[in-house]
């Protein structure tokens, strides 16, 4: 059996509550959480089941930690991740991993440098369904992909959030829009021509509405959309010239998740295992770490899923 980690959080948001659930159905030890305000670190520990709250300094000096997971604001996972390699810890950092291309190679940089791990936590890939269609896909039941659709959304109440502030990396793209631009890049490969639009239709400085189409040098296409303007919807379909399937919903997988495929044995749907992402993906991180067990979504990744938002944007990088 694979050692279990001893963990350590940088950021006491929301987010945590996913992950910590999942890292609670295994023998893994949170040790610490690190919040810049001390009483919400208190309350986030008491309520995570952490041993102890503190900085985020405290986190990256702590000699009980074996890695530690980054997910305060989007600006600021770069630094905080070059600071935890230079800490000497392995880093499993929430997605994006930096809202730049050049900010992803320092991180990648880094962690390289001081002997260290970095994986981003699309936590969705280590789910069982996903491993399921990777077979399918990989079997050649579809034929060859043609198409590619990707979506996801919900709709953002109104007031203050990190997701709307430009200068902590928000926005609809950077947030849901990036699952879509990963799994389109995991099946599809890299793009050679992207075209898309981005709102700001809350005129608030980031987009909130967006979508683009995806080419790749196979002559497939994607299509990937996202919003924070519209109900809550995530899916994923992919098409090729023998067959097609779909899985909804796609990234947050509950237990009423529908994989339907339709392929030369005609309609049928299968049945989605029972599974936590957050869990497998913490799993994997051990698996990495103690036996050298490659990621699914390792640090440099994330360079080429930033390099697509970038184009996305019509920046640069």
């Not at 940089?109 to 001081?114: D, E, L, P, S």
């Not at 067959?243 to 392929?263: H, M, N, Y």
């Not at 049945?271 to 103690?290: G, K, N």
């Amino acid at each position: 059996m694979t050692k279990p980690l001893r963990w350590g959080i940088i950021g006491s948001g929301r987010i945590n509550r996913r992950f910590v659930g999942g890292l609670k159905r295994t023998d893994h030890q949170l040790k610490i959480i690190g919040s810049r305000d001390r009483q919400r670190g208190e309350t986030a520990a008491a309520e995570y089941g952490a041993e102890r709250a503190g900085r985020y300094e405290d986190v990256l000096s702590a000699s009980d930690i074996d890695v530690v997971y980054v997910c305060p604001a989007n600006s600021l996972h770069a630094s905080w991740t070059i600071r935890a390699a230079e800490a000497g810890k392995h880093v499993l950092c929430e997605k994006p991993m930096a809202p730049t291309v050049a900010e992803c190679h320092e991180m990648v940089a880094a962690c390289q440098h001081h002997g260290v791990h970095l994986v981003e936590a699309f936590m969705y890939r280590y789910h069982p369904a996903w491993q399921k269609i990777r077979a399918i896909v990989d079997s050649g039941a579809l034929g060859e992909l043609r198409l590619l659709h990707a979506h996801f959304s919900f709709n953002m109440p109104s007031g203050p959030n990190i997701r709307l502030q430009p200068e902590l990396g928000g926005g609809a793209i950077q947030d849901v829009g990036c699952y879509c631009v990963n799994v389109a890049r995991w099946f599809l490969g890299e793009p050679n021509r992207v075209r898309g639009i981005a709102l700001d239709r809350r005129g608030v400085g980031v987009d909130t509405h967006a979508a683009a189409t995806l080419e790749f040098p196979s002559g497939a296409l994607a299509q990937v959309s996202c919003s924070f303007d519209t109900t809550g919807f995530q899916s994923v379909e992919i098409l090729g010239d023998r067959g097609r399937l779909e899985l909804q919903p796609s990234f947050l997988i509950t237990d009423q998740a529908s994989l339907r495929i339709v392929d030369a044995a005609g309609e049928h749907v299968e049945p989605v295992p029972v599974a936590d992402s957050y869990t497998e993906e913490i799993l994997a991180m051990a698996r990495l770490i103690h036996e050298g067990i490659p990621s699914l979504t390792p640090g440099i990744d994330a360079v080429r899923t930033q390099a697509v938002i970038a184009a996305w944007l019509g920046k640069e990088g």
